[in-house]
C-alpha cells in the first residue's frame, strides 16, 4: 500500500486566546485532488501555512510520503516537495516570468546560467502540462490567469509534487477558472498531489477526489466527494441546515426608479473606466451587474453613491440627479432616496475603529431623529443600535465593540442593517458578500429579497456569478466600461454570462 | 571659457560629484532592497569624523579609512536594527541617526582634539594623495587629449577610481547575479522573496550594510582627500542631495553616475560664478545653483520627466501574512 503523499496528526495552533487548530489529522493520496472548505476563519489558511513552513504547529506531526517532517520554514516546505499558490500572487510585477521562476531557485551566484536552464525547463513544462506562457513577459503585463499559471510554474520549477492552491478562483473569470481546472486534472493524471483551499461548494463538487471539512479550527468530517453533496457540505460546515438555493418568488416589477443614460466616468489618471452605459431599474426588482472585478462596475456604483464625477444623465423618480460639483455627494443622494452599501465595507462602510453604534448612522447622523438640542442623543442611537443587532442576529450582539472585532459577515450585517433601515427607494449594494461566511450570506441574500417584495429598486453588483444567478431579476453584464448584454437569468447560463464577462457577445457568434 | 577652464571645472566636477555618487550607490542598494534611507547623511558625517581623527591619531590614512566605515557601518547596524528586526519606522530612524551623528561629531571632537569641534589639519600620510596615472606627465603636451588626461582622468585619490567603478560593478551585481535579483525583488514584493524559502531579513541587512560601508567611503573621502581634516556639519547636506540624485536617476547606477555628475557641476559652478557669468553673460546668484538639484528632483517627482517609481515595497516593514 503506498503511503499518503501527506499526513497531519493532531495538528494544533492558537494565536493567543484564539484556538485557531485544534487536533487536525488529515491524509491525502499521491496522484489525487483534495480539498479543504470551510467559512472564513475556520482556520484552512492557517493549517496551510503550517505546512508551508510559516508558522510552527504547537502539537502535532506532519508526514510527507511517509517520512516524518520538520518544516520550520518554507525553505523546508519546498525541499519536501511542497508548492504553493498564495491567493494574492507572491511575484515580483517589474520581473520577468524567467525572473520569478528562478528567483529563490538559482543555481549558482551567476543570472544567466540559471536563466538558460530555466527557459529550457519551462518549454519542457509548457509541453507536459499545457501550461503556456512567454517567459519574457513581465508579469505585470500578464493577465491574473497567466500570473497564476506562473505561480503554479514556479511550484513545478521547484520539483514539488505536492501543490496547494488557496482560494485560487477568486480573481478568475469562469473561463479562466475552466482552464485552471483542466490543468490540474493534467497535473493530477501526471501523478501529483494537489490540495485545493475554497469556499465554493461548486468547486469542491467538480473536481475534487475527496474533501475535509473544518468548522471553527476544527476538521468536522473527511468524505469521498463522490458521496457527498454540495447541501451536506454546507451543513458541515456552518453546523446547520442551509438554505443554498435563494428562496424567491418571480418580481412584479412597477415604476422606473433609476434611469441612467450615457453615463461615462474618467477617473483621475485620465483613464476613461465607464464608456457610456444606459440602465433602468424599477420598483420590486434587482437588477444584478455581472462582470470581472474591474471593468467599470466600481465607479458606476461609486459614480451613483455620490462620490465621484461622471458625466451624463440620471434621473431618481423621474429627478435629475447632480453628477458634478455641489450637490453630487453622498448626503443628497441619500435625501433623493438612495441606499448604499458599498463594495468595500472595510475602507468605505465602516470606521474600523469606530464603535458599532456609532456606526450605525454615518451619513444619517444629520437626522434630527439622533440629536439632543445641540448634542448627539447617543443614549437613543445606542439603544437603536442595539435593537438593530438583535434583529440583523449581528453576533456578538454589543454595540460598543469597535467595528474591526466583528467578523466579515458581522460588519456587513451592521452596513446593510444602517442602510436598509432607512427604508430607501434604491439599494446600491456592490459585492455583498465578499468575505462573508455561508450563513450570514444566507441572511444578507434573504434582506435583499426581503426588500425586493416591499417594492424597493436594488442595484446588485457583485464578481460572484452565482450570487448575480440566483438573486437577480434581470442581470446585465459589464466588459470594459460598457455593458455587454442584458439577459433573463432564467434563460441564460454561466457559459453565456462567462463568454459575455469576457468580452464576446454570444449574440454576434 | 577657454578650453582649460573647461578642464579645470569639469576635474572639480569630478572631485565634487564623487561623495555625491558613493553616497547615491549606498542609497541605491539599501532603497533596492526596501529600506528608505535619510541616514545617509549622517553616516557620512560620522563617517567623515572618525575616519579624519583615527587618520590624525595614527597617521595612517588607511586605518582612518577603515575606522570611517566601520563606525558607518555600526550605524548601519543601528538602523538595520530599528527598521528591519523592529520594523521601526525607517524615516524616523534614519532622521535619529543624522540628529545623532551630527551632534555627536562635534561633541567628540572638542574633547578629543579641543579644536572648537574640529580635528588637526591632516597631512602626509594621513591623506590620500592624488594619483598620478602612468604616461600623464608624458601626455601633457599632446594637444586636448593631453590635458584631459593629465587634469581631468589622472591625478586624483584613489577612492575618486573607486567610486567610478563601482558604478559598472553595480549594474553588474544588481542586474546580472543572484544577490541582485534578490535584493531587487526584496524592494518590489517582500513577499515573493519569503515564499521562495529566502531570508528576508538576511538579504535587507546585507544590502543596508552595503550602503554602510559605502557611505563610510564617502564621508571618508570628504575628510581625507577633498579636505584635510573633519570640520563641524562638513557633509554640508551632501547625504540628501544623494537621494535626490537617486530620486534623480530613477534607482539606476548608470543614471546615477549622471546625476550625481551633473549635481557635481553645479556645485563646481557654485565655486566659479565668474565662468558662468563668461559664458552667459548674467551673474547667477550661488544660492540658486545649490538649490538647483532639489529643484529638478521636484520636476522629476512632479512627473515631467519621466515618471520615477520607487522599488514598491519601499519603506514598508516586511509582515508575514496569515
Not at chain 1, 55 to 76: L, M
Not at chain 1, 284 to 311: D, H, K, R
Not at chain 1, 406 to 411: A, K, R, V
Request: proline share 4%.
Amino acid at each position: 500500500m503506498t503511503a499518503p503523499a501527506i499526513e497531519l496528526k493532531g495538528i494544533s495552533k492558537a494565536f493567543g486566546p484564539v484556538q485557531a487548530n485544534k487536533d487536525i489529522s488529515i491524509s491525502v493520496m499521491p496522484g489525487t485532488i483534495h480539498g479543504i472548505i470551510g467559512e472564513n476563519g475556520a482556520g484552512k489558511s492557517t493549517l496551510m501555512s503550517i505546512l508551508y513552513g510559516f508558522y510552527k504547529a504547537d502539537k502535532g506531526e506532519i508526514f510527507i510520503k511517509g517520512q516524518k517532517t520538520q518544516i520550520p520554514d518554507s525553505q523546508a516546505a519546498i525541499a519536501a516537495g511542497i508548492g504553493m499558490v498564495f491567493q494574492h500572487f507572491k511575484l515580483v510585477e517589474n520581473f520577468t516570468v524567467l525572473e520569478n521562476i528562478i528567483l529563490g531557485a538559482e543555481d549558482g551566484g551567476l543570472l544567466r546560467p540559471s536563466l538558460a536552464k530555466a527557459r529550457k525547463e519551462l518549454a519542457h513544462l509548457a509541453k507536459e502540462y499545457e501550461l503556456n506562457v512567454d517567459p519574457d513577459a513581465m508579469i505585470e503585463n500578464l493577465s491574473v490567469g497567466h500570473q497564476q499559471r506562473v505561480e503554479i510554474l514556479k511550484a513545478l520549477y521547484r520539483q514539488a509534487d505536492i501543490l496547494i492552491l488557496d482560494e485560487p478562483t477568486g480573481v478568475l473569470t469562469p473561463a479562466e477558472a475552466d482552464q485552471l481546472f483542466r490543468i490540474l486534472d493534467r497535473l493530477r493524471e501526471e501523478g501529483k498531489t494537489i490540495i485545493l483551499i475554497t469556499h465554493k461548494l461548486r468547486e469542491i463538487m467538480d473536481i475534487t477526489d475527496s474533501v475535509s471539512v473544518m468548522r471553527r479550527g476544527q476538521m468536522t468530517d473527511t468524505v469521498k466527494t463522490s458521496e457527498t453533496s454540495p447541501e451536506h457540505l454546507a451543513e458541515l460546515m456552518v453546523g446547520r441546515k442551509v438554505l443554498l438555493r435563494v428562496d424567491k418568488k418571480p418580481a412584479t416589477p412597477g415604476d422606473t426608479v433609476l434611469e441612467v443614460r450615457n453615463l461615462r466616468v474618467t477617473d483621475d489618471k485620465g483613464v476613461e473606466r465607464v464608456k457610456g452605459i444606459d440602465l433602468t431599474v424599477r420598483r420590486g426588482e434587482i437588477l444584478g451587474i455581472a462582470g470581472v472585478a474591474g471593468n467599470g462596475q466600481s465607479e458606476l456604483l461609486e459614480v451613483l453613491g455620490g462620490y465621484m464625477n461622471a458625466t451624463g444623465d440620471i434621473t431618481m423618480n423621474g429627478a435629475t440627479l447632480p453628477l458634478i460639483g455641489k450637490g453630487a455627494h453622498g448626503k443628497s443622494r441619500r435625501a433623493a432616496g438612495i441606499a448604499h452599501v458599498p463594495e468595500d465595507r472595510q475602507r468605505e462602510g465602516l470606521i474600523m475603529e469606530y464603535a458599532a453604534w456609532e456606526n450605525s448612522v454615518f451619513g444619517y447622523h444629520h437626522d434630527p431623529a439622533y440629536q439632543n438640542g445641540l448634542l448627539m442623543d447617543n443614549a437613543g442611537i445606542l439603544a437603536k443600535a442595539q435593537e438593530q443587532m438583535d434583529r440583523f442576529d449581528v453576533r456578538p450582539p454589543h454595540p460598543r465593540l469597535a467595528a474591526k472585532n466583528f467578523s466579515g459577515g458581522n460588519q456587513q450585517k451592521i452596513v446593510v442593517a444602517r442602510e436598509i433601515e432607512r427604508n430607501p427607494d434604491l439599494l446600491l449594494i456592490g459585492q455583498p458578500t465578499r468575505g462573508v461566511d455561508i450563513g450570514a450570506i444566507e441572511f444578507i441574500h434573504q434582506q435583499i429579497v426581503n426588500l425586493r417584495d416591499q417594492g424597493k429598486a436594488i442595484l446588485l453588483v457583485s464578481v460572484e456569478l452565482d450570487e448575480i444567478m440566483s438573486l437577480s431579476d434581470r442581470i446585465a453584464v459589464m466588459f470594459d466600461g460598457q455593458i455587454m448584454g442584458e439577459r433573463d437569468p432564467a434563460q441564460t447560463d454561466e457559459k453565456e454570462l462567462g463568454l459575455l464577462m469576457a468580452g464576446m457577445n454570444g449574440e454576434a457568434a | 571659457m577657454d578650453f582649460l577652464s573647461l578642464v579645470q571645472l569639469l576635474d572639480t566636477t569630478v572631485r565634487l560629484a564623487t561623495p555625491l555618487l558613493l553616497a547615491c550607490l549606498a542609497g541605491l542598494y539599501s532603497e533596492r532592497a526596501g529600506i528608505f534611507d535619510i541616514g545617509l547623511e549622517g553616516k557620512m558625517l560620522a563617517a567623515a569624523f572618525f575616519s579624519a581623527a583615527f587618520a590624525y591619531t595614527t597617521g595612517s590614512v588607511w586605518l582612518g579609512l577603515l575606522a570611517g566605515v566601520g563606525v558607518s557601518l555600526l550605524l548601519s547596524g543601528i538602523h538595520g536594527l530599528a527598521s528591519i528586526t523592529f520594523r521601526g519606522n525607517q524615516l524616523i530612524s534614519g532622521l535619529a541617526i543624522t540628529m545623532l551623528a551630527s551632534g555627536m561629531t562635534v561633541l567628540i571632537a572638542q574633547d578629543w582634539f579641543k579644536q572648537g569641534g574640529r580635528t588637526p589639519q591632516l597631512e602626509g600620510a594621513a591623506r590620500f594623495e592624488p594619483i598620478t596615472l602612468p604616461f600623464a606627465e608624458a601626455l601633457k603636451d599632446v594637444p586636448i587629449l593631453g590635458p584631459v588626461y593629465q587634469e581631468l582622468i589622472s591625478g586624483h585619490p584613489i577612492l575618486v577610481y573607486i567610486a567610478f567603478a563601482l558604478v559598472p560593478l553595480t549594474w553588474w551585481v544588481l542586474y546580472r547575479t543572484r544577490f541582485g535579483l534578490r535584493l531587487r525583488a526584496v524592494g518590489e514584493n517582500p513577499a515573493s522573496v519569503d515564499t521562495a524559502g529566502v531570508s528576508v531579513v538576511g538579504l535587507r541587512f546585507a544590502a543596508v550594510m552595503i550602503c554602510g560601508v559605502l557611505c563610510g567611503l564617502a564621508g571618508a573621502y570628504l575628510a581625507t582627500a577633498l579636505q584635510a581634516g573633519f570640520v563641524k556639519d562638513m557633509t554640508a547636506g551632501r547625504g540628501y542631495i544623494a537621494l535626490a540624485a537617486l530620486i534623480f536617476a530613477k534607482w539606476r547606477p548608470w543614471y546615477a553616475l549622471w546625476a550625481t555628475l551633473l549635481f557635481g557641476l553645479f556645485q563646481a559652478l557654485e565655486l566659479r560664478p565668474d565662468l558662468i557669468e563668461t559664458v552667459i553673460g548674467i551673474k547667477v546668484q550661488g544660492q540658486l545653483l545649490g538649490a538647483l538639484p532639489y529643484i529638478l528632483t521636484v520636476v522629476i517627482l512632479a512627473g515631467f520627466v519621466g515618471k520615477a517609481i520607487p522599488p514598491r515595497a519601499g519603506g514598508e516593514p516586511y509582515v508575514k501574512e496569515r
